[in-house]
């Protein structure tokens, strides 16, 4: 990420509320616009992103009509066209109108949730409403449930990514769900299938939370879809990977299993650096040498285990590679950028250690001394 970049900045500023305006005062009288732009950007500049989404909501609640059909009228006639119907990925929406569903969480949370839920589905065809549902799910759990498994069929896939979305157990920035693991996966069931990227890949998303708290539950199920044999082995692979990708890191067995590396494969490996000395700023440049029977699928990750501040240390495995031994030796080499202003981790100098993990069992390991920048 640039330095200096502010993804609340860009999603939410003076121009975005200017263009909701707009689009309220276009279809109701009384929507005072420049009015609803200033007491929004008043205090829209100090606030962190979520709080932008709650402001927003707030001052569309003063300006809107207080019945809640009435408010209901006035948002579907403000709404622009639908996401294209067409395309199957990558289509988030404009997260200006993220403030709508809560604004319908709102006021219709504890009063109107059948007509609120009606909202969020033509809602959610513009802007994801995966945080805005979860309220539902706390508040009327059978009911939003229900629901879903209705969304769950309908033919517009953003409808269908909202079931899938909305019930993660660890949704980021979203409010936890009182709902078991296992729960949703009646309807996980039916989304597997999906024909687009964008729902299989939140399924994914979905089974991998799980995976945080009970792996044998996924594990299960991924053997009983992949027992049904309903949906391209190509398609099913890429969603399992995803899916396991936390587990992989964790060299959890059973995990690398599934995806067809053997932990117990009889390889060898040799782990040498490349260049000394280390910097903060350059890269760490490493090499290893693989052996074992030809053909044998391995899957090579790294890990590094950083100095923190304390003496502590950080540990985070990357990826390297996913291929076949050749027979002799099979070569590997990696640079790893070290750089000296990421904006989410700092480095420190201090021994540092990295390990090579083959099929999630480590083969090797060395130490290496990361020197400050002007050493």
């Known amino acids: 990420m640039a330095s200096g970049f502010s993804l609340k900045d860009q999603l939410f500023n003076g121009e975005k509320v200017t263009f909701l305006a707009g689009l309220f005062a276009a279809v109701e009288p009384g929507f005072d616009a420049e009015r609803f732009h200033r007491e929004v950007m008043a205090e829209l500049p100090q606030l962190e992103l979520k709080q932008r989404i709650s ?43 993220a403030p709508l569903g809560e604004l319908v969480g709102l006021r219709g949370l504890d009063t109107a949730p059948k007509a ?31 629901r879903m498994e209705t969304w769950a069929e309908d033919d517009n896939y953003h409808l ?8 993660r157990p660890r949704l980021p920035w979203g409010q936890s769900v009182p709902l ?68 992989v890191k964790q060299g959890h067995s059973g995990a690398m299993e599934m995806l067809g590396y053997d932990p117990a494969a009889p390889v060898t490996a040799h782990l040498q650096l490349a260049a000394l000395p280390v910097r903060i700023g350059q890269a ?36 390297l590679k996913q291929t076949r031994l050749t027979g002799g030796n099979t070569e590997l080499r990696k640079r790893h950028p070290l750089k000296a202003d990421a904006s989410t981790f700092t480095l420190l100098p201090g021994r540092h250690r990295l390990d090579l993990l083959v099929n999630g069992i480590e083969r090797g390991s060395l130490t290496f001394d990361l020197l400050d920048r002007s050493t």
Not at 160 to 167: A, I, Y
Not at 285 to 312: I, K, M, S, W
Request: net charge neutral.
């Open 160 to 167: 269908r990514r909202l079931v899938s979305e909305g019930t």
């Open 116 to 146: 609120s839920l009606d909202l969020l589905a033509e809602l959610t065809k513009r802007f994801s409403m995966e945080w805005a549902v979860r309220p539902f799910l706390t508040r009327w759990t059978d009911l939003t449930l229900r």
């Open 284 to 319: 760490l440049e490493f090499e290893c040498q693989l052996n074992g029977p030809a053909g044998t699928p391995v899957l090579v990750d790294y890990r590094l285990h950083f100095q923190r501040p304390g003496g502590r240390l950080s540990t985070k495995v990357f990826k």
């Open 55 to 97: 402001l927003i909501a707030q001052v569309l609640d003063r300006h809107l009509p207080q019945s809640f059909d009435q408010l209901s009228t006035v948002l579907l006639a403000a709404l622009p066209a639908p996401l294209d119907p067409a395309k199957s990925d990558d289509d988030f929406g404009d997260f200006i109108f």
């Open 180 to 247: 078991r693991l296992d729960q949703p996966l009646p309807l996980l069931d039916r989304l597997y299938q999906d024909p687009t990227r964008y729902v299989i890949r939140s399924v994914a998303n979905h089974l991998n939370d799980i995976t945080k708290k009970d792996p044998d539950l996924v594990m299960q199920r991924l053997q009983q879809w992949r027992a049904q044999d309903l949906r391209d082995p190509a398609e099913f692979d890429w969603l399992t990977g995803h899916t396991l990708r936390g587990l």
